[in-house]
C-alpha cells in the first residue's frame, strides 16, 4: 500500500504537457509565431469566419431564397427573425471572437520577442485579425453605423490586452459602436502598412485593405472604400476567375485551395477546419446537411436566363448553392469581385470629376458580369446594388447591405431590433456591466 500511495504521488507531480504557464508561454520568436497560427485558428472556427456568422445573418435577411428544413432551434429563430437571448450558435460567435481577440492580444502583447525581420508581418497579421472580429462582431451585435448615432449606440467591448486571469478589471463595458469602428480601423490600417503584399495563404496588404474597404463601404465613407477597394484591385496579385464557379471549390474535391480572385480565405482541409457554409448549404451528397434549399423560383425569378450565375445551383433532389458543394473547400472571405464592385457603388455614389482609380462605374460594373455571360450598357447605383445581390448571393452580404442602404426585409424595417443578434445572457449573467440590446 505504502509503495502504490508513492507511485501515485509520483504521478501527480508530473507536469501537464498540454498547458503551458502564462509566464512560459511566449519567450521567443517561434513561441510567438507558433502563438500567430492559433490565432488563425480561433479565426478559423465555425462559428466564427469557418461561416456561420455570414450563414445566419444571411438567415436573417431572407424572405423567400433559403427555405429552412433542419432541425436546429437555434437557426429555426433565425430564420424566424426570434432569436432568444439564451440561442447558444450567438453564444458561440460572441465567444469564439473574443477567444480570437484574446489570442490576437496574446501575440501583440509579445511581439518585441519576435525577430526584427518578421516582426511587423506578424504585428500585422494579428492585427488584421483583431480588426476583423472586431468589426463582424459590432455589425452582429449592435445597432448599423447609419442608425442613430454611432457615438451614442452601444457596440461591444474593446479589450486590448491579453486576459490571463478574471479580475474587476474583466467586468467590461460595451463600447459605443463609433468606438468599435475606430478601434477596427486602426487595427486594419496598421496591418496594411505592416503586412506584405504576398504571404501565402496567410494575411496580406490587400487582404486588411479589402476588409478596410467593406468597413468603410458599411459606414458610408465612400471615398475612403473606393480607395481601399483600389488598392486591393491595382496591387496586381489577383485576377477573376474565367468562369465564375471557378472562383468557389471543386464540387465533390478532396480538397479546396484558394483560386486566383480569393484575397483571403480560411483554410480547410481533412483534418482541420471546418466550413459552415457547407455544412447547411450543402446536400448530404457534399458533406453538408441539406438543411437550406434554395428556391427554385428565387432562381428563376433573380437571374437572367443568360446570366452564367444561374447555374451556381445543383439539383440533390431539392436546389443548393454550388458555391458551398465541397465539405473541405476553403471559405472564402475577400473576394477580387467585391471589391470591383465597391469601386463601381463609391464613383456612382460621389461622381468624382476623376473616378477612383480611373475606372467609371460601367467599366468596373462589366468587369463582373461580363464574366457572368452579360452585356452592361448602365451602371445607375440600383445597377449595382442589384449586381451584389446576383454575385454575392448566399455569402453573408444580404442583411449587412439592407441596413447601410436602410432596405426594409420583407414587411421588418431595416432597423428593427430582431435584425440584431442579442447579448448572450450567459454573459450578461457573468459580467453586470453589459447592457442588453432593446428588444430583448
Request: net charge negative; hydrophobic share 40%.
Amino acid at each position: 500500500m505504502l509503495l502504490s500511495v508513492a507511485s501515485c504521488k509520483k504521478a501527480l507531480d508530473i507536469s501537464p504537457v498540454d498547458t503551458i504557464e502564462q509566464s512560459q508561454a511566449l519567450l521567443t520568436s517561434k513561441d510567438v509565431e507558433v502563438a500567430l497560427v492559433g490565432t488563425y485558428s480561433a479565426l478559423g472556427s465555425r462559428n466564427l469566419y469557418g461561416g456561420r456568422p455570414f450563414l445566419m445573418a444571411d438567415f436573417l435577411a431572407n424572405t423567400d431564397a433559403i427555405q429552412w428544413f433542419g432541425t436546429y432551434e437555434e437557426l429555426t429563430q433565425t430564420v424566424n427573425k426570434s432569436i432568444l437571448k439564451t440561442n447558444t450558435f450567438v453564444n458561440n460567435i460572441w465567444a469564439d471572437g473574443y477567444t480570437a481577440i484574446n489570442d490576437a492580444n496574446n501575440v501583440i502583447s509579445a511581439i518585441s520577442k519576435v525577430d526584427a525581420a518578421k516582426r511587423n508581418r506578424v504585428e500585422g497579421e494579428a492585427k488584421f485579425i483583431r480588426g476583423s472580429v472586431y468589426f463582424d462582431l459590432v455589425r452582429l451585435f449592435a445597432k448599423a453605423y447609419n442608425d442613430g448615432s454611432p457615438t451614442v449606440n452601444l457596440g461591444v467591448p474593446i479589450v486590448l490586452t491579453p486576459t490571463t486571469a478574471v479580475t474587476g478589471d474583466s467586468y467590461v463595458n460595451r463600447a459605443t459602436v463609433a468606438a468599435v469602428y475606430t478601434q477596427a480601423i486602426a487595427d486594419l490600417t496598421e496591418a496594411e502598412t505592416k503586412l506584405p503584399a504576398t504571404n501565402g495563404f496567410y494575411a496580406t496588404k490587400s487582404a486588411a485593405a479589402g476588409m478596410l474597404a467593406r468597413l468603410y463601404l458599411q459606414m458610408g465613407n465612400y471615398a475612403a472604400a473606393g480607395a481601399a477597394a483600389n488598392r486591393v484591385i491595382t496591387s496586381g496579385n489577383y485576377t477573376l476567375t474565367p468562369s465564375f464557379m471557378g472562383a468557389f471549390p471543386v464540387m465533390g474535391s478532396a480538397v479546396g485551395s484558394n483560386t486566383t480572385e480569393d484575397v483571403f480565405s480560411i483554410q480547410v482541409r481533412t483534418l482541420t477546419g471546418f466550413n459552415g457554409y457547407n455544412e447547411f448549404y450543402g446536400s448530404s451528397t457534399y458533406g453538408g446537411r441539406g438543411d437550406a434549399v434554395i428556391s427554385q423560383t428565387w432562381i428563376n425569378q433573380t437571374y437572367n436566363p443568360a446570366d452564367d450565375r444561374i447555374n451556381a445551383f445543383y439539383d440533390d433532389g431539392d436546389m443548393f448553392s454550388s458555391k458551398f458543394a465541397n465539405q473541405y473547400g476553403n471559405v472564402s472571405i475577400v473576394r477580387l469581385a467585391e471589391m470591383y464592385l465597391i469601386r463601381a457603388e463609391c464613383n456612382a455614389r460621389l461622381a468624382p470629376a476623376a473616378p477612383i482609380g480611373g475606372q467609371t462605374p460601367l467599366q468596373d460594373l462589366a468587369v463582373v458580369r461580363s464574366r457572368a455571360g452579360l452585356t452592361t450598357t448602365t451602371a445607375t447605383l440600383a445597377d449595382i446594388l442589384a449586381e451584389r445581390k446576383l454575385e454575392l448571393a448566399f455569402e453573408g452580404f444580404a442583411l449587412h447591405d439592407a441596413k447601410r442602404t436602410q432596405t426594409n426585409i420583407g414587411s421588418i424595417p431595416w432597423n428593427a431590433n430582431n435584425l440584431v443578434f442579442p447579448i448572450p445572457q450567459i454573459e450578461i449573467d457573468a459580467n453586470k456591466n453589459l447592457v442588453q440590446n432593446p428588444g430583448y
